[in-house]
């Protein structure tokens, strides 16, 4: 019978919130998994069965953050170690490989350097062309040794995403644009054990429907990792409009982000989040210095701003977002909210003094709560019901 077999690497270290973390991990593994297919806890690993073809499976789990190791095994049940020898015999393998013994129950009669070159033996008599090599082989015979006469027995390994459940660590709102940092920002967050909502800004009609399309696409990307969060769309046209009429056009990129960071801040105070997330990244564009972060980094009293990206390299960032499947919606041509307000010399190091005296030639307060009446929370298809809130006055 198969069974897959799920390491989940820190959780062990939490002490008092080992239940906690592991609760968690266990609901987003069952939703993640197909109907019909069980996940249970067994000492320190998790265990998924009922399921005839273990590939997709292994996938959803491959999304799963919490989990380092997936195995495909096959379960033997044995009263002797020959049991477990007979099993290996049976065993197809090519090229070189290895035995590694884990052996969790103790009063197993014989001890790992004992019973691995036993078992290497029956490998080698099945399969003559194959050779044994522990330095680097090409396959990884793992042969756990569990309590109560069960063993597991992979020849494959599959690494998992690591890092936390989705959840344990709080709610995080993101800034989300359509560009190729922000989502990769999101994803970070998550590995980390935030449940995301995000936050996007439209300047309509210098924006199109298309633009927006693109950013709910790469919201439910990053959904697919466990993440059930709303979207909320802000129509930031007379915000972005009333700083390009009033106020000196170097200061507008500084000053929209002000203005975005503040919104964000109202949006994550009204539904439970604990910080907000962006994908600023240092000195990649005018906006991003360390004035022009400081200068944003002013505006919000209540939540902390985290910047997964902030020392990454580009091509770093591109090479994570190939990998989470958002680089290709990312890499779609539509514009900006921004770039149709972008003058053409803005500030590269904005004084603070001189940005908030640009920022009193406007309603700071009145044109924020305006823009945050107009806000639209879009339900992405895998937001659960629970979650999908409007935004609260
Ligand atoms: P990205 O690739 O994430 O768009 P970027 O390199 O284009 O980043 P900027 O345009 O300066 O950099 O944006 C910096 C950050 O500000 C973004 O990562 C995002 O968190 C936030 N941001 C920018 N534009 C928007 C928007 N229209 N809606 C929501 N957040 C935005
Ligand atoms: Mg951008």
Do not use: W
């Not at 997936?70 to 049976?90: E, F, H, K």
């Not at 439910?220 to 969060?229: C, I, K, L, M, R």
């Not at 958002?326 to 001189?354: R, W």
């Amino acid at each position: 019978m198969s069974v897959i077999v799920c390491s989940y690497g820190e959780i062990h270290l939490k002490g008092a919130n080992r239940g906690y973390f592991l609760r968690t991990l266990m609901q987003n593994i069952r939703q993640a998994l197909p109907e019909g297919v069980k996940a249970t806890v067994k000492d320190t690993r998790i265990l998924v069965t009922d399921f005839t073809d273990a590939k997709p499976v292994v996938n959803c789990l491959k999304k799963v953050f919490g989990l380092t190791h997936i195995r495909v095994c096959a379960s033997v049940n044995y009263q002797t170690p020959a049991d477990i020898l007979n099993y290996l015999g049976q065993v197809k393998l090519n090229g070189t490989f290895k035995v590694v013994i884990n052996r969790a129950d103790k009063n197993f009669p014989l001890k790992s350097p004992v019973f691995a070159p036993q078992c290497g033996d029956v490998i080698l008599k099945n399969n003559p062309q194959a050779k044994v090599d522990v330095q680097n082989p090409d396959t990884v015979v793992q042969v756990e040794i569990r309590h109560n006469g069960l063993a597991f027995v992979s020849t494959g390994c599959e690494r998992g995403l690591g890092g936390l459940p989705v959840g344990v660590s709080g709610r995080a709102i993101c800034l989300i644009s359509g560009g190729i940092d922000s989502p990769v920002a999101a994803f970070m967050a998550m590995k980390r054990g935030l449940a995301v909502d995000f936050v996007h800004f439209t300047t309509p009609p210098y924006t199109s429907e298309l633009a927006l399309q693109k950013v709910i696409s790469l919201c439910e990307q990053v959904n697919t990792f466990g993440n059930h969060g709303n979207l909320y769309v802000v129509p930031f046209t007379e915000i972005g409009s009333q700083i390009q009429k009033q106020c000196h056009d170097q200061y507008t990129i500084t000053l929209m982000r002000r203005f975005m960071i503040a919104l964000a801040e109202k949006i994550g105070v009204a539904h439970q989040a604990d910080c907000i997330f962006t994908g600023e990244n240092l000195a990649q564009v005018a906006s991003q210095t360390i004035q022009g972060i400081t200068s944003n980094n002013f505006v919000a009293q209540k939540l902390p701003i985290l910047r997964p990206l902030i020392c990454f390299d580009k091509d770093e960032i591109v090479h994570l977002a190939k990998q989470i499947g958002t680089y290709e919606i990312s890499i779609l041509p539509y514009e900006d909210c921004c770039t149709v307000f972008v003058p053409s010399h803005p500030t590269i190091k904005p004084n603070l003094a001189a940005v908030l005296a640009e920022e009193k030639k406007l309603d700071f307060d009145t044109l924020v709560d305006n823009c945050y009446n107009a806000i639209i929370c879009k339900r992405l298809p895998n937001t659960s019901a629970e979650s999908f809130n409007k935004p609260q006055k």
